[in-house]
């Protein structure tokens, strides 16, 4: 069964572009997660998608968005990047509800704004 | 809103050595996760903890879940190289089934 993919793996943007950044779930996983990832805040919750619905928003603002598709693949974007966007963001799926059953990451994406 | 506290932040070890990591909630969990990290790599699942004073094992591996469910505790005895990463635990208070909150995790280095 393959994993979780992401892409791109690695992107570097500068202040003011916006970015999407894509996610494919294990086949059968409908819940879909997006976590940012920094060395000085860890790993923060962005949003939870199940069945194309958004179930639970993290506290970050609304430059920060996403959506899931009919396939479960989901997606999300920033726009108007600052440099504090920097970060590994990192998606994860699971069967059904995230907080009761393993997540599994996929490798990430690596933005860098300049 | 949910408070969690990972100590210790950074373990350097020599190789052989114990390492433990403890976890910390200000509410009461529903049920908590453990992960692992490799330098480069993404968070792998250990473990879920349920149940109230739980104790779980997996080779070297001891997860315990305390009495009260607002605290647990990975304890890695005689540590080998291979186990270097950062351990997160993962929180979920029952308010939300639809998030994950993480703590900030442990980096264990091992000095073979």
């Known amino acids: 069964k393959a994993g979780v993919t992401q892409t791109p793996r690695y992107l570097i943007k500068t202040r003011g572009q916006q970015v999407t950044l894509s996610c494919s779930p294990i086949?059968?996983?409908?819940?879909v997660s997006w976590y940012q990832q920094t060395p000085g805040q860890g790993l923060q919750f962005l949003f939870e998608?199940?069945?194309?619905?958004?179930?639970n928003k993290g506290n970050f603002p609304g430059r920060f968005s996403g959506r899931q598709f009919s396939n479960s693949r989901s997606e999300m974007n920033v726009s108007t990047l600052e440099l504090g966007d920097s970060a590994l963001y990192l998606c994860?799926?699971?069967?059904?509800?995230?907080?009761?059953?393993?997540?599994?990451f996929g490798d990430g994406t690596r933005l860098s704004i300049l | 809103g949910q408070q969690v506290m990972q100590i210790p932040q950074y373990q350097h070890v020599q190789e052989g050595e114990d390492f433990t990591t403890y976890c910390n909630s200000s509410?009461?969990?529903?049920?908590i996760q453990w992960y692992k990290q490799r330098p480069g790599g993404h968070p792998v699942f250990l473990i879920q903890?349920?149940?109230?004073?739980e104790v779980k094992k997996q080779k070297r591996l001891t997860f315990q879940f305390g009495e009260a469910k607002k605290n647990s505790s990975l304890h890695i005895t005689a540590t080998q190289t291979t186990d270097v990463g950062t351990y997160f635990c993962?929180?979920?208070?029952?308010?939300?089934?639809?998030?994950?909150?993480f703590g900030k995790g442990t980096l264990l280095t091992v000095n073979p």
């Open positions: 086949s059968g996983h409908r819940s």
């Open positions: 993962a929180l979920n208070s029952g308010g939300s089934n639809y998030k994950l909150t």
């Open positions: 903890l349920v149940k109230s004073g």
């Open positions: 509410t009461t969990l529903s049920n």
């Open positions: 998608y199940f069945s194309e619905t958004q179930r």
């Open positions: 994860a799926s699971s069967q059904g509800t995230p907080s009761n059953q393993p997540q599994h």
